[in-house]
C-alpha cells in the first residue's frame, strides 16, 4: 500500500481538512457566574497586580523574545531530537475553532470528523511501520515506552511467566531505562562493540529465561544503523521475549524500513518530533504506540474504530493496560501530523529520510576533518540522521571541554548541539541537521565550529558573551535560584535579567 499523494497548498488545505473536523457551534456560550456565587472560602482576598504601563509590559514580552531562539530563527542541531522546521500551515490548521474547541467529552456523533481523522491517521502509521495497530494515548516518547513496557509486562504475566528483566543497550536514551524501571522491571545494560552497534556476544550472555524483552532505537544514538536486528531480534523471540522500538530515531527511515521485518513487537513514534509539530518548550507531544496483531487487546483504552457506518471509541479491550491518560491525546498533535503526511506523500517521505541522512552524512564528514572532533565508535561507517563527535582530544590538549564549544556557537547565533550524550562517547557533541537544513546553513555551521577550536581558550571557556545571560556558575545555580515571581515579589523589575558569571 502507498500514501495517497496530495499536493497541498495554503490555499486548499481548509478544503480537504474541513470536512473531517466537525465544526463546533456554541450558540450559547457558558457564561462565568458573578463573584458572589462563589463560596466564601475559594475567594480570593487580595490581587498583587503589577502597577505597570502598557509600554513596560509590551517591551517586557518582546525583550523576552528577542532572547529566546526557535527553529524560525537558525539551524538547531539538537542531536536525538529532530528539532526540525514546521510547516506554518499545520499551526494553522491546528488554530482553527473547529480543532482548539472541541472537547473529548463530547457525544461521539459529533465528532465523527475527529474520529475519522485520528482512524485515517492510524491507518496511515500503520502504513508507515508495518505494524497492525495503533493507540494515540501515550503523550510523548517516553511516555510511549512507559506504555510498551507495561504491555509487555502484562503479557508475560498474562502467560504465566515470571520475567523481570528488560535487555537495553547502554547507547540508549536515558528514558528507557527510567521507563523500563517505573514498570517493574531490572535493567540489564549491553554494550556497543567498537564500530557502535549492538555487543551480539555479550547480549546472548545476558538473555535469559528472566528476559521480558530488549529495547532497540535504530538507527541508534551513535547515528549508526544496527544491521543486525533482525538476528538480535530472533535471540529475544527464542528466549521467549518481546522486542520494543524507540522511535525517536525514525525520521532516517521514513518510508524505507519494515519494523515487522525487523522483528519489532512494540513501537512508539514521536510525532512531535518525526512528523513535524513543535517539540520545544516541553510540548505538547504525542508518542504513538503501535503493535503487532497479537498485542492489539494490550493496548490502552479506548481506541478508535471503524464500524463500517460510523467510528467510534472501543472500551472493551479484554487484556488492556487500562489508561494511561485522561483522554485520547493531544488532538491538534494529530491534526499537524496528519496534515504533513498529506502534504508529503509517500515521495515525500522517502525523501525527508533520504535527505536527513544525506545533510548528515556531509557535515560528518566535513566536521571530523577539524582538528580536536573524532568519532569514538564507527569512524568509517556511513552514519544516518545524526552523528557524535568526541572533543576529547581538545580537552587533554587545551582544557576545552564540549561544554565550552557549545556556548561559544551561541556568540556566532547558532543553537548548541546535544553534548555529553550518549555518555558512552567522551565529551560528547551531537549533532542532527535534519532534511530541513540547506548546503549553506550547514557549511556555515561547520565554519563557525572551525573557528572556534582554534580561539583561545580562554576565550571559550568564558562564552558565551552576546547572550542575554552570560556564562552561568552551574553549581551556584542550582544552589540558589533566581526565580521570576521571588525577583517580582522583591520589587525587581521584571525586564531584568541578573548576568551571573
Not at 89 to 117: F, M, N, R, Y
Not at 452 to 461: G, S
Request: hydrophobic fraction near 35%; include cysteine.
Amino acid at each position: 500500500m502507498r500514501i495517497e499523494y496530495r499536493q497541498s497548498r495554503w490555499r486548499n488545505a481548509r478544503e480537504f481538512l474541513e470536512p473531517l473536523i466537525f465544526e463546533l457551534k456554541d450558540e450559547k456560550p457558558t457564561e462565568i457566574p458573578p463573584i458572589e456565587e462563589l463560596p466564601e472560602n475559594v475567594r480570593r482576598k487580595h490581587i498583587s497586580i503589577p502597577n505597570l504601563s502598557e509600554p513596560e509590559v509590551v517591551r517586557h514580552y518582546v525583550r523576552l523574545s528577542k532572547m529566546n531562539y526557535g527553529i524560525d530563527d537558525g539551524p538547531y542541531w539538537l542531536g536525538s531530537c529532530t528539532m526540525k522546521y514546521n510547516p506554518k500551515v499545520c499551526e494553522v490548521v491546528a488554530s482553527w475553532d473547529e480543532v482548539k474547541w472541541v472537547h473529548p467529552d463530547q457525544p461521539i456523533d459529533t465528532v465523527q470528523g475527529c474520529l475519522k481523522l485520528m482512524y485515517e491517521l492510524s491507518n496511515l502509521l500503520r502504513m508507515i511501520t508495518d505494524l497492525d495497530k495503533f493507540s494515540f494515548q501515550p503523550m510523548a516518547g517516553a511516555h510511549g515506552e512507559y506504555t510498551g513496557c507495561l504491555i509487555i509486562r502484562k503479557y508475560h504475566e498474562d502467560r504465566g511467566e515470571e520475567r523481570d528483566e528488560i535487555i537495553i543497550p547502554d547507547s540508549a536514551h536515558g528514558t528507557n531505562f527510567a521507563s523500563a524501571a517505573m514498570a517493574g522491571f531490572k535493567v540489564i545494560r549491553i554494550p556497543a562493540y567498537k564500530d557502535g552497534t549492538i555487543d551480539i556476544e555479550a547480549l546472548e550472555s545476558a538473555i535469559s529465561d528472566k528476559t521480558a524483552g530488549m529495547m532497540v532505537t535504530n538507527p541508534n544514538t551513535l547515528g549508526i544503523y544496527e544491521d543486525k536486528l533482525d538476528v538480535i531480534s530472533n535471540m529475544i523471540h527464542e528466549a521467549g521475549g518481546l522486542m520494543y522500538y524507540d522511535g525517536a530515531n525514525f525520521n532516517a527511515l521514513i518510508g524505507r524500513v519494515s519494523l515487522k521485518k525487523m522483528g519489532i513487537d512494540i513501537a512508539h513514534l514521536n510525532l512531535h518530533k518525526t512528523f513535524a509539530t513543535p517539540h520545544g518548550a516541553g510540548g505538547p507531544g504525542a508518542g504513538a504506540i503501535g503493535v503487532v496483531e497479537k498485542l492489539y487487546e494490550y493496548l490502552p483504552v479506548p481506541v478508535v474504530e471503524y464500524d463500517g457506518k460510523k467510528y467510534y471509541l472501543r472500551y472493551d479491550l479484554p487484556r488492556t493496560v487500562g489508561k494511561v491518560s485522561g483522554y485520547y491525546g493531544n488532538f491538534s498533535v494529530l491534526v499537524k501530523a496528519y496534515l504533513y503526511l498529506i502534504m508529503l506523500g509517500w515521495e515525500g517521505l522517502e525523501a525527508v529520510s533520504g535527505i536527513s541522512v544525506l545533510n548528515s552524512n556531509y557535515a560528518y564528514v566535513k566536521a571530523s576533518k577539524i582538528e580536536g572532533l573524532k568519532p569514538e565508535y564507527g569512524e568509517n561507517k556511513i552514519r544516518k540522521h545524526e552523528f557524535v563527535l568526541s572533543s576529547a582530544e581538545l580537552f587533554r590538549k587545551k582544557g576545552i571541554r564540549a561544554g565550552d564549544i557549545a556556548k561559544r556557537l551561541m556568540d556566532y547565533g547558532y543553537h548548541p548541539p546535544t553534548i555529553y550524550f550518549p555518555p558512552i562517547v567522551k565529551e560528547a557533541l551531537m549533532f542532527e541537521p535534519t532534511e530541513t537544513e540547506s548546503k549553506s546553513e550547514i557549511d556555515g555551521y561547520i565554519e563557525a565550529l572551525k573557528r572556534i577550536v582554534n580561539e583561545d581558550p580562554e576565550i571559550l571557556k568564558n562564552a558565551p558573551y552576546n547572550t542575554a545571560i552570560g556564562r552561568l556558575d552551574e553549581v551556584r545555580a542550582v544552589k540558589d535560584m533566581i526565580l521570576s515571581w521571588k525577583m517580582m515579589k522583591e520589587g525587581s523589575s521584571p525586564g531584568r535579567i541578573r548576568n551571573r558569571r
